[in-house]
């Protein structure tokens, strides 16, 4: 979480590739300062090989709310995801 925005994120893997879907808003001391970043990380074996920025607008929040909304559970064992 950061201090004035919010982030979430879905992660899974498949054999020895981990996926990280993402997006985050962080606030800086002016709007000019907003970061808005999404995308996907993909690791295999525990190394990061591809970051993939998402482009253009947002198409739909992605957070704790919506996952529980759609009965996503969350990972008592996950720790929180470093925004790249």
Same mark, same amino acid.
């Given at each position: 979480m950061y201090s004035g925005g919010g982030s979430g994120f879905l992660k899974f893997s498949n054999g020895e590739y981990t996926y990280i879907l993402f997006e985050a808003l962080i606030k +800086?001391?002016?709007f000019?300062? #907003?970061?808005? #970043?999404a995308g996907v990380v993909v690791s295999k074996s525990g190394k990061r090989i591809a970051y993939l $920025?998402?482009? +253009?607008r947002r198409q739909s929040e992605m +957070? $704790?709310?919506e996952f529980e909304q /759609?009965? /996503?559970p969350r990972d008592p064992n996950e720790i929180d995801f470093e925004v790249p």
């Open positions: +800086g001391d002016t000019s300062e #907003r970061l808005d #970043r $920025p998402c482009e +253009g +957070g $704790p709310y /759609i009965k /996503i």
